[in-house]
């Protein structure tokens, strides 16, 4: 069931909680300006979202779909890295749903205890078989148990991407549409186009499908780059697509990627310390984010580029990330 704009706005007059979600800012991230000086580069802060991460907004969308007749008394189920699974906890508490999370054993302690603190169920899986595994055991858990649990899987529910269609992508091309430029933007058919390129991961697919359609409605010549970590040891929250066999994520739309640019998780933790240094705490698969943007600037140093800094480092500390 595919939620309406007014049905999550009547849940969150509903629930205060909720009221925190979205509406998040679009900063100016200026660490390269030395090196890039006609570059620019903006990311949305969605560190600030309450569960600490882009997520909530997925999650509330995908979960106010849900009819309550067709959930009865069963759980919501799903598989997750750690973040929507602190997005469906935490709303799924505030909702009064219960909750199972299907989690790979690599997870960080930070995520796993805050899921725990909101009182959701977790089922660990083997961390060296990757986020398929834990796909595959949600899935098996549905099947096997229909009476008990409701699968919504993020990976294929429709609501994942909508929620940035029409949320986090239709705020950036809001913002951009009113912003004032300095002689530097691209124009086209006399408009100024603010952004040239969005940066994004997969995970699910919902970030990079939802954003990316919506402003390439507001700027078709915009380039839609994919970040592609590398497969061991791996960027916490993004998916490694270039492994064989991974399975790709229904949501994730790659008719709309036009570049794709590796990142190891090297290169991801640097660019997450650099953004330390300059104040923004955020974590790993941001980081990727930005040393994406450095590669691209190296081909194309007067890109307009907008990315999300998708959560918070304090997510992090038993990653290493931080050490």
Known sequence: MTTTLNSIEDLKRRVPALQLIGNTPLIDVNVYENLFPRLSIQAKAEWVNPGGSIKDRAVLNMLAGIDPDVLGSRRVLDSTSGNSGIAYAMIGAALGIPVTLVIPGNASQERLRRIKAHGAEVILTDPLLGYDEAMRRAHQLAHENPDRYLLVDQYSNAANWQAHYHGTGAEIAKKGSGHFFDGYGKRAQGRVVPFTHFISGVGTGGTLTGI???????????????????????????????????????????????????????????ASRLLARNGLFVGQSSGANLAAARKLAQREPEARIVTVFADTGERYYSTGLWD
Do not use: M
């Open 212 to 270: 990316g359609l919506r402003l390439k409605d507001e700027w078709p010549d915009l380039k839609v780059v994919l970040v592609q970590p590398e497969e061991f040891p791996g960027i916490e929250g993004l998916k490694p697509l270039k492994a064989p066999g991974s399975i790709k994520p229904k949501n994730f739309h790659e008719s709309l990627v036009d570049l794709r640019i590796d990142v190891t998780v090297d290169e991801a933790f640097e």
